[in-house]
């Protein structure tokens, strides 16, 4: 007995010389989705015709500066671009077997590059022009209510209340924007009223999941068919019996900002806005700020996080979760507002077409953080608008599918794909003393 | 500042937490409340902390009244507390832990961290605490958590400082260390609460001690008293501290583990590269603060996580490729640490528990396939088993819940020892239990152990790997730092639960005694008298 205790003993001593990260799998999953996206990207610019080209607009309309149409030869840019890709998959190889920390400019980096690629294939003697500028500008109009969405969900998670509703409070918000433009006949007054809208979904959220403490998600559920089945009532009620008084198109006017607005391509596609767009990138940074440097960031963490020990320090934890909702509703709320006089339309039945869903998502590919869900969010915009555009001038590959694609990113997305991510530690959890 | 409270009485349905508690804590005093889990200690002190409001009774802070309608008031009125778990969130940094609740900030709510990190620097250079105030709370060893906690009651100027079991996750170097820094407060005029039940500890530190036993105060002592006199009054019977036990007699080597290494959900490694074998009849303990692999060793025996490497190799045949129901059948009895989570179902009767892994096959299953369940059967075997194992209840068919924690723990190893083990492995076995319900599973073990069942054995409590283990392993950060006789020193022990390899360990521990050790050396002086 006491013979082994020294053997093993002496056996033991040795695994603390040992480097302990020997043992850890090196994940591979990162560089063989480039890799797989490198291949097509050969197999695109194998594939594109001899001498053929691809047109891109660089400009619209009504834009300050008039780029001429720009013409580009498809195989050569479109083998630069494969090889510049196979490169980027090659260095991800590298970088995972030295098992060196992941940089956000190598997926940025790679996917711009893979969409120019595509796109170059895509665009090869079509005889359609690719509009860029159109595109991009489709793209940020398609993510406004997902960001706005997205904001709502992570002020609400990052205080502890899970929030499936989202999409019921950006319909409200389109509805009662609508609505109380039509009414006003301004516009503006949408916005007044759209993050009341909104405000009050999140109120019932908060009242039956903090007061009652009834399943966040159920309440959540329940919400999102109450105020489809309340927008759908009025709707083909009220609204469809006198649409000149209560459903009437309201437009809010776009504001372009001198100087910012004349930069080529970009300037009219983020600054050429109306104010709703404007708010929205007000919202994005304040709660960047705000989330992590300011008093009410950290007690809202505290409480997402640890509520009892919020509670320790004299934190009224309950009392933060309802205003935390009730104001990231008001977020969702002004988001619906895109919907209808955002963009100039009448409410319509369900408007918002699950886009409050898609805003979840893209607050957990965002990991609970503005900037990631923003990131997140546009990157769903710009795939559907990408879709939208191949449908129009017509593409190798069926439109429908890459209409899949943010779902399909939402799939791997949800699953953990990112990363091991995160979300707050008492996300979903009822407090009680 | 004076702490007075007069017949404080909370209770919580038909039970009485605390019946009219009266105690005194003078300025400038270490006063400790003794008393065995489930005494009511914890309850007192969040009555005092603004927790809960007490039905009855009236707290004085110098001779004042005071009542609190939330921590907040309590911490205004200058009461800090250093819970048992910590209130630290794992995400936030030192500054931000310590300036959550009063933050110091600047126009529109935004932070001023540079203050805020200028407090914690200064509170920590004045007690001489080694805290980086950026460190991540999650990354820090809990004796600095511990630390954090501390500077956050004092960054709010504690007059008087409560500790709930605040030794409980310290090696007893860091116990040490806790121990100089409350004399630094108590020469600095805070009123301490020292809360344990822990008797050594107590006699070392103490100015007074008040003793509760369930929920009412028995005695007010002091620190001259004895280690018996003090568990007596603890426990309301003459108690042996320690469990007597044959020398083991070790057969021939039945268990053995390879290379073990598993990572936890965060792909960190929990379990790095540990060895060892086990020989039937004997007792391991795997010691060492909580948190550092020992959980996730066990979990992994029993098959709960998949191992990244490494074999584990039960009568030289490999666990790996079976399930966790192949492995109860292989001969393996598993005590979960988390009773009222993995061990029982508490809406479950407790006949329903006594057969949770058995259910299935006869004789308590019957008919094709063994559909049937056999229930007169289980009961009847339930109602002896619990005779056997002295479980207190009202009936087998009574939910579990209704149980204390004692007596679901005897369920439960009712029900692992029911079947012919080759190997037991028991997470924290008595962790939260009573002295007596204590008393009762180390016997149990160690008859299981004469049985010749080789027996392995996680806990935290220095205490219980003494007096339980023929061999202890501890545990550091995932490695087995050593395996060493049950005879090694409490210091040696210590140094290894941080890291120190075994032969270094016994050279620093006969340079430095800590005070623990040599309360401990006093006490057996007193026995021997």
Avoid at chain 2, 402 to 411: A, D, F, H, I, R
């Amino acid at each position: 007995m006491s013979e082994q205790t020294v053997s093993t003993a002496a056996v033991q001593t040795d695994p603390l010389k040992r480097a302990s990260t020997g043992v850890r799998p090196i994940s591979w999953k990162y560089p063989i989705t480039y890799a797989v996206l490198a291949a097509l990207s050969v197999l695109f610019a194998l594939t594109v015709p001899e001498g053929a080209r691809t047109h891109f607009r660089l400009s619209s309309g009504g834009d300050f500066f008039q780029i001429p149409i720009v013409e580009l030869p498809s195989r050569p840019a479109g083998w630069i671009s494969a090889v510049v890709l196979v490169v980027l998959a090659g260095f991800a190889f590298w970088q995972a077997s030295r098992r060196a920390q992941a940089r956000l400019w190598l997926p940025l980096l790679f996917g711009v590059l893979f969409v120019f690629a595509f796109l170059v294939w895509a665009g090869a003697d079509r005889g359609a022009v690719i509009p860029l500028v159109t595109m991009l500008t489709g793209a940020l109009a398609l993510s406004v209510p997902l960001i706005f969405g997205a904001m709502c969900g992570l002020v609400g998670e990052r205080s502890g209340v899970i929030n499936i509703a989202i999409e019921a409070q950006l319909l409200a918000g389109a509805f009662l924007a609508a609505v109380a433009a039509s009414v006003f006949t301004s516009a503006y007054m949408g916005l007044v009223f759209a993050p009341i809208a909104g405000a009050l979904v999140g109120a019932l959220l908060v009242f039956f999941s903090v007061k009652y403490q009834v399943n966040q998600i159920i309440v959540g559920v329940v919400l999102n068919v109450l105020i489809i089945g309340l927008t759908g009532f009025l709707f083909s009620t009220a609204l469809t019996q006198n649409p000149e008084l209560w459903n009437a198109r309201q437009q809010l006017p776009r504001l372009p900002i001198p100087g910012l607005s004349q930069i080529p391509i970009i300037g009219p596609v983020l600054f050429n806005q109306t104010i709703l767009v404007y708010l929205m990138y007000l919202i994005v940074g304040l709660l960047n700020i705000f989330l992590f440097r300011s008093r009410w960031g950290l007690r809202t963490r505290a409480v997402g996080e640890h509520p009892k020990a919020a509670d320790t320090v004299g934190i009224k934890v309950n009392r933060m979760r309802v205003y935390n909702v009730i104001l990231a509703g008001a977020i969702a709320g002004l988001g619906g507002a895109f919907f209808t006089i955002g963009q100039g339309l009448a409410f319509g039945k369900e408007m918002s077409a699950g886009a409050g869903f898609i805003a979840l998502a893209a607050m957990i590919l965002g990991r609970w953080h503005p900037i990631g869900a923003l990131l997140a969010a546009l990157l769903f915009g710009f795939s559907t608008s990408l879709g939208n555009v191949l449908a129009t001038i017509g593409t190798p590959v069926p439109s429908e599918a890459l209409l899949m694609l943010p779902y399909v990113i939402t799939i791997f997305a949800v699953a953990g794909f990112v990363g091991r991510v995160r979300p707050p530690a008492a996300n979903g959890t009822p407090y009680v003393k | 500042m004076k702490l007075e409270l007069r017949g404080v009485t909370k209770r919580f349905g038909s039970f009485t937490a605390n019946d009219r508690i009266s105690l005194t804590v003078e300025p400038g005093e270490i006063h400790a409340l003794l008393g065995e889990n489930g005494a009511g200690k914890s309850t007192l002190m969040n009555t005092i902390y603004g927790l809960y409001s007490p039905d009855e009774g009236e707290i004085l802070l110098d001779d004042q009244g005071v009542s609190f309608n939330g921590p907040g008031d309590a911490v205004d009125a200058g009461i800090g507390m250093v819970h048992q778990h910590f209130m630290l969130i794992p995400v936030f940094t030192v500054t931000e832990s310590v300036a959550l609740g009063y933050e110091p900030t600047r126009a529109a709510g935004i932070m001023d961290m540079a203050q805020a990190r200028a407090k914690v620097l200064e509170i920590s250079a004045r007690f001489g605490f080694d805290v980086d105030p950026d460190a991540r709370i999650e990354d820090l060893p809990v004796g600095a958590q511990q630390r954090v906690e501390i500077i956050k009651a004092l960054s709010r100027d504690a007059k008087v400082l409560i500790l709930d079991e605040p030794t409980a996750v310290l090696t007893p170097q860091e116990t040490d260390e806790l121990i100089t820094i409350m004399g630094q407060l108590r020469d600095s005029g805070t009123s301490i609460v020292f809360i344990t039940h822990k008797l050594r500890e107590v006699r070392a530190v103490a100015d007074r001690i008040t003793v509760i036993r369930r929920g009412a105060v028995v005695g007010e002592t002091s620190p001259q008293s004895t280690e018996t006199e003090l568990a007596g009054l603890m426990v309301g019977r003459e108690v042996n501290l320690t469990t007597a036990k044959e020398p083991a007699d070790p057969g021939e080597v039945c268990f053995e583990v390879r290379g073990l290494t598993v990572l936890n959900s965060a792909d960190k490694v929990v379990v790095d590269h540990v060895d060892f074998q086990m020989r039937r009849g004997e007792i391991l303990v795997i010691a060492g603060v909580d948190g550092n692999g020992q959980s996730e060793l066990a979990q992994t025996v029993l098959g709960l996580r998949t191992p990244v490497a490494g074999s584990i190799l039960l009568d030289d045949k490999d666990l790996a490729p079976l399930s966790v129901k192949q492995r109860l059948a292989a001969g393996l009895g598993f005590v979960p640490e988390d009773r009222s989570t993995d061990g029982v179902i508490g809406a479950f009767t407790i006949t329903e528990n006594y057969v949770l892994d058995m259910y299935d096959r006869p004789p308590y299953a019957g008919g094709p396939g063994n559909v049937a369940l056999r229930l007169p059967v289980m009961r009847e075997a339930a109602q002896t088993q619990a005779e056997r194992f002295d479980v207190r209840m009202g009936g087998v068919d009574d939910p579990i819940s209704t149980l204390s924690g004692g007596n679901q723990q005897k369920v439960v190893l009712a029900r692992e020892m029911s079947r012919d083990l080759r190997l037991f492995v028991a997470s924290q076995p008595t962790r939260g239990l009573d002295v007596g319900s204590i008393e009762f599973v180390h016997r149990t073990i160690i008859e299981e152990r004469d049985k010749g069942t080789p027996c392995l054995i996680v806990s935290t409590e220095l205490d219980e790997a003494l007096n339980l283990a023929d061999r202890i392993a501890v545990m550091y950060r995932g490695r087995i730092v050593g395996i060493v006789p049950a005879s090694t020193s409490r210091d040696v022990l210590g140094l290894m639960m941080a890291g120190v390899p075994a032969d270094e360990a016994q050279a620093q521990a006969a340079t430095h005694h800590t005070v623990l050790a040599e309360a401990d050396e006093q006490a057996e002086a007193e026995e021997n008298k």
